[in-house]
């Protein structure tokens, strides 16, 4: 499965084989030059302060360089400018040595510490169709993989913000990872919340909770959990959890 919208991060940058079987499409988690595929609506209204047009200039150009293409240079320039790429976002780019820290930019454009979402596509983990969605999950604004754990209404959901694309894992209305942006992040919390799901539907079968500690699986991997990120439902202005 690959990512439908256009990758800033070019073929020549590094093309994706498919994932493996019953994991999300990798290559969903970079910058795109396309829109969000969901509503404008779906879009956070505040946006950190909008890059320098020299400073579009240099990603642009850094971007390609690592794909060996100069042809598409005016048009990121372009993008970047007028739809206000965070301001941190491009000089971090234009110091990228490779794909990878392409995408750790990318959590430069989630650092205003509140982040106000609102889904679009909610999946549960327990009907078991997670891979067969079309556009794959994690490839639109809004896409939401919701579960239970702890006895907490859960869910791993995707955003944009600008061009950037990131995931977070949430349970009870706190961040417990993210802004999650590298392809080896991304697959990590996607094992956790499939582990989370096996829990769940066993509990189901057996009419009891089955014990699954989700909060120490994330520290196992990420000890300084979700940061200062906080993510809000946009309709209600409360923390993220209801909404599942």
């Not at 009907?127 to 907490?152: H, K, L, S, W, Y």
């Not at 509990?203 to 989700?214: K, L, P, R």
Request: overall charge negative; aromatic content about 6%.
């Amino acid at each position: 499965m690959r990512h439908l919208a256009i990758m800033i991060l070019m073929s020549a940058c590094g093309s994706k084989d498919a994932s493996p079987p019953g994991q999300p499409p990798a290559s969903a988690f970079a910058l795109s030059l396309s829109p969000p595929t969901a509503s404008p609506a779906a879009a956070p209204p505040a946006a950190p302060a909008p890059a320098a047009a020299s400073a579009c200039r240099a990603a642009a150009e850094r971007l390609g360089q690592l794909s060996h293409d100069m042809t598409k240079v005016d048009g990121v320039t372009a993008e970047c400018e007028q739809n206000r790429w965070p301001e941190k976002l491009p000089p971090c780019i234009a110091r990228a040595a490779d794909k990878d820290d392409i995408q750790a930019c990318a959590k430069l454009a989630f650092e205003d510490g509140k982040v106000e979402f609102q889904p679009q596509r909610v999946v549960d983990v327990t009907a078991g169709n997670v891979t067969e969605q079309d556009p794959p999950m994690f490839t639109q604004n809004g896409d939401v993989i919701a579960f239970r754990a702890n006895g907490q209404r859960c869910g791993m959901i995707g955003m944009y913000s600008g061009p950037a694309y990131a995931t977070f894992l949430i349970c009870g209305g706190s961040v417990l990872a993210g802004p999650l942006t590298t392809d080896a992040e991304v697959q990590e919390a996607f094992q956790i919340v499939a582990n989370a799901g096996v829990a769940e539907i066993n509990g189901m079968a057996q009419q009891e909770q089955q014990a699954f500690d989700i909060a120490k699986s994330v520290r196992d991997r990420w000890p300084t959990g979700g940061g200062t990120t906080r993510v809000y439902d946009r309709a209600s202005g409360r923390p993220l959890y209801d909404t599942y």
